[in-house]
């Protein structure tokens, strides 16, 4: 069975940072590109980020370049997204799912929340 | 940015129709996806590359695209389908994913 797990969201005040991560199992993590989407409450949703399945290409929403940061560790079928400078419109619930360009994503998590606020 | 508009809102009656458009500038060049949203839960994937179905997603759902409109149909809308509905495409000027705008489907 297919699992994507996403961790490590909380609530931090504006200009912090958080790293978020999404463990896989149930599929070949290392052949699937990743990516990650949010929702603020009671909005729609909105990409943020992708990988490649090998790290090289890395493409991210205007919103976020340059203050947050996509990686993945293949060995441990993980995927991560480091949150910087973070604003309170960056409040959203974040999801990891599978990415294939043009493709669909397949799979997604339940999501972790991530609250900006002081 | 590369837009994709959808009908705030779609009501049905139980046994209807609902037909759910995704309109974009030249969306007939793209590969459409399209998700359903129920409240609290994750995305999931009920049609891709336009018009075709994903393994358990029931063949009521169907798929198709003219112009610039894609267009997701439900057809003997049941309860179980209201949800929000998301159409989806990759953006290859921008090599951004686009979402559209979302679509509530309400079962009267």
């Known amino acids: 069975e297919v699992q994507l797990v996403e961790s490590g969201g909380g609530l931090v005040q504006p200009g912090g940072s958080l790293r978020l991560s999404c463990a896989a199992s149930?599929?070949?993590?290392?052949?699937?590109?990743m990516i990650w989407v949010r929702q603020a409450p009671g909005k729609g949703l909105e990409w943020v980020s992708h990988?490649?399945?090998?790290?090289?290409?890395?493409y991210y929403a205007d919103s976020v370049k340059g203050r947050f940061t996509i990686s993945r560790d293949n060995a441990k079928n993980s995927l991560y997204l480091q949150l910087n400078s973070l604003r309170a419109e960056d409040t959203a619930v974040y999801f990891c799912?599978?990415?294939?360009?043009?493709?669909?994503?397949?799979?997604w998590g339940q999501g972790t929340l991530v609250t900006v606020s002081s | 940015s590369y837009v994709l508009t959808q009908p705030p809102s779609v009501s049905v009656a139980p046994g209807e129709t609902a037909s759910i458009t995704c309109g974009g500038n030249n969306i007939r060049s793209k590969s459409v996806h399209w998700y359903q949203q129920k409240p609290g839960q994750a995305p999931v994937l009920v049609m891709y590359y336009d018009s075709d179905r994903p393994s358990g997603i029931p063949e009521r759902f169907s798929g198709s695209k003219s112009g610039n409109t894609a267009t997701l149909t439900i057809s003997r809308v049941e309860a179980g389908d209201e949800a929000d509905y998301y159409c989806q495409v990759w953006d290859s000027n921008s090599e951004h994913y686009v979402f559209g705008t979302g679509t509530k489907v309400t079962v009267l």
């Open positions: 799912a599978t990415g294939k360009i043009p493709g669909p994503s397949d799979y």
């Open positions: 990988i490649s399945s090998t790290g090289r290409d890395i």
């Open positions: 149930g599929f070949i993590f290392s052949n699937y590109n």
